[in-house]
Structure formats: C-alpha cells, structure tokens
C-alpha cells in the first residue's frame, strides 16, 4: 500500500538568517513497510532552536540536514500500520521523524509515550526534550542552592521557564530575561520569578543589575550574545554556567564574530567560573529522574508550561524563522494532524 504525503525539505542553505525560499513543501509518496518498521502520522512536531545549525553544512554534534533532506525534528506520532512486534496501529510514540505527514520508522527508534503524564504534546516541551534539558542542566550543571541567584534568558520558553521554576523548587531566587512586557510580565505574574527583564529595554544591563542585588550564582545561558554581555559583570565567585545554547548567534556570520571573548577567558580563569557546555544527551540516565519529578511538579502544579501552536505542516518554515527571532511564546509546536482521526 502507497500512502501520499507532504513534507518540508531543506530548499537551500541559508546566510544569516532563514528566509522562506531555504524550505520547500513537496508531496511524495510513504515507502511501504519493511520488516520490523512502523507508518507512524504526525499529530505534533517541536520546532526548536538547534534547528537552525542542522540547517549549516558545518561540524557540529549532529551531521547537518542534507540540501533537499526532510528537516528534522521531534514528533508525537499514532501508529497507523505496523511490522514491529512491539508497536500495534493507534500507539501514540515518540520519534524523530521530521517535518512530514507521514513517516516510515524503525520501531526500536521510537518510543511509546505515557499518555498517563499528561497531553501527548508535553511529550516533545515540558516533559520531553526541553524539560529534560532544564532539568539536567540546572540541577546537574547549575546546582542551585537555597537562597541563590538564578538566571535565565529566553524565560518564556520551553526551556527557560522549566529552569526558573526548578531553580523556584529548590529554593533559588529565579530572575528571567524575555523579550517583551507581555513574556516579562508572563514570567513575573505567572510562574511566579521574582523579576524578568526586557532585553529590548535601553536599560537593559542597568536593570538586570538591580534585580541581582546579590549578583548571580547560577546563569543558564541559552541565548548569548549581548545578554551574556550584560550578565557576565554580575556573576559571582563560583559561579556556574551551565552553557545551554546560543540562539542570538545562530545566524552569526564570520563578521559578527563577538569580540569579547578574550575578556571572557580571563574572568573565567581568574573567578574560577565552571562553565560547561552540554548536551541533553549527556545524561540520558536521568531520565527515569526526570520523567518522575517534572510529572509530579506538573501534576501539582509547582511547574507550570505554555504551548504557543501553529497550525498545519506548510506553517512550520514560518513559525520556525519566527522562533529564531523571539515571535513564540511558550513551547512552539506545530498541529500536523489532530490527535485522532
Ligand atoms: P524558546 O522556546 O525559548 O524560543 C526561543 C527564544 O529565544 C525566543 O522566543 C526568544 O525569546 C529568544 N531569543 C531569540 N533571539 C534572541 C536574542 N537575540 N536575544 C535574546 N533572546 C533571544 O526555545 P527553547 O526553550 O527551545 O531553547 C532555548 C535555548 O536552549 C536555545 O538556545 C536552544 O538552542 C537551547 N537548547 C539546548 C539544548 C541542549 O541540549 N543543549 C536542548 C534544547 C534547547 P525572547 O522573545 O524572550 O527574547
């Protein structure tokens, strides 16, 4: 059986930032199934930040999405037909399957989501790869401790909002960094941090200072750039960074390479900063940790998560590009399919 789909493939690398014309919605037909694969419908695809390098033919931690190549990504998908013993037609799974309607999966790829936890969604945000990725980073990296200073950027996000909350849990101060009053007030009135500041406010670094009075103990970094710059001063001695990513330079070209990195060196060597970069992949063992915490700080409450959705495939270029510059609030999801058919 042949089934037709759409998917969205890599049109052209992109210079500077991604424009339209570097993606291309194509039909095609689903390869019938193999042995031990499944034909898996995407309900939802996560449209996240690390996107925008597999777009770069560079060396990176991952091989780059090849010119005409599906763009990848998370899903949640329903199993719609299946050759693996394991998976049954109407299983809803994790993969990684892309930016397609359709997709043909080895079964051992992808993995069944508990729908118990929660919406299927929060499978790719607040208890999948962005949550995890708060969660490790913050308590096994940052380290907070009582009474601490924490600080992220990115604050609204799926990321960011995990790590101020967590940091809240342990019983930090969390101060965010947002784009905007409406994310600021968001972070502040909602989830509760003790201060977000705009980092389009002229002020910026003047504010961000007076709502660290005792500095910063732990920064997240997830977006680098000129908030790094206005951070960096504030750290305390010891301080720890787990560095997360680095969305404002992304689409950095060789001119706009920051110049202060010698300075950053030695500040680094002389308050003795921990600084390490990380992959969520690195503590996949924490993950039973992981799903066991979040799901329960979810469930009472104490962690709460905003969606920010698109809806339909041939939206995703766009919602994408508008990630890339601040235009989502919450965790950006794209609705492929609805959840049952
Ligand atoms: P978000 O949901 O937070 O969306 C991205 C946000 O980045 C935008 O909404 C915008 O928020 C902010 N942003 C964009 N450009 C700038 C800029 N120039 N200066 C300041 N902020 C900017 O994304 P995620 O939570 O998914 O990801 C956050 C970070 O975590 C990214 O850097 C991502 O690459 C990284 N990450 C790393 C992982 C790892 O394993 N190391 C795994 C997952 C994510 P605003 O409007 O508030 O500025």
Same mark, same amino acid.
């Given at each position: 059986m042949s089934v037709s789909a759409k998917r969205i493939a890599l049109a052209a690398r992109p210079k500077g930032e991604p424009k339209p014309s570097d993606f291309r919605l194509e039909d095609y037909v689903a390869p019938v199934l193999g042995e031990g694969q499944v034909l898996l419908r995407t309900i939802w695809l996560s449209l996240d930040p690390y996107m925008r390098g597999r777009m770069n033919d560079a060396a990176s931690y991952s091989a780059p999405v090849p010119l005409d190549g599906v763009m990848e990504g998370g899903t949640v998908c329903e199993v719609i037909a299946s050759n693996f013993a394991d998976l049954a037609p109407g299983d809803i799974v994790l993969a990684h /399957?892309?930016? #397609?309607t359709l997709a043909v999966a080895d079964g051992k790829m992808v993995r069944k989501v508990d729908?118990? &936890?929660?919406?299927? /969604? !929060?499978?790719?945000?607040i208890l999948g790869m962005p949550g995890m990725t708060a969660y490790t980073g913050l &308590?096994?990296?940052? #380290?907070p401790k009582a009474g601490e200073t924490v600080v992220v950027a990115a604050a609204s996000g799926a990321v960011g909002s995990a790590v101020g909350q967590i940091a809240m849990i342990k019983g930090a101060r969390a101060v965010g960094i947002a784009g905007g009053k409406d994310k600021c007030d968001y972070v502040k009135n909602e989830l509760g941090f003790a201060d977000c500041i705009d980092?389009?406010?002229?002020?910026f670094a003047a504010k961000l200072k007076a709502a660290c009075p005792n500095g910063i103990d732990v920064y997240f970094e997830n977006v680098g750039g000129a908030v790094f710059e206005a951070v960096f001063p504030l750290l305390n001695f010891f301080a720890r960074i787990p560095v997360c990513g680095l969305i404002a330079q992304y689409?950095? !070209?060789?001119?706009? !390479?920051?110049?202060?990195a010698g300075s950053m060196m030695r500040t680094i060597l002389t308050k003795r900063l921990a600084i390490r970069g990380f992959i969520v /992949?690195?503590?996949? /063992?924490?993950r039973g940790d992981f799903l066991r915490d979040m799901s329960g700080w979810v469930k009472d409450g104490k962690v709460k998560y905003k969606e920010c959705i698109t809806d339909g495939l041939e939206n995703a270029p766009t919602a994408f590009m508008g990630l890339l510059k601040g235009s989502n609030f919450g965790k950006q999801l794209v609705r492929v399919g609805p959840d049952k058919v």
């Open positions: /399957s892309g930016w #397609q729908t118990s &936890l929660g919406p299927i /969604s !929060t499978a790719v945000g &308590l096994d990296i940052g #380290q980092h389009r406010d002229p002020d689409s950095d !070209t060789a001119d706009s !390479t920051p110049k202060w /992949s690195d503590f996949a /063992s924490r």
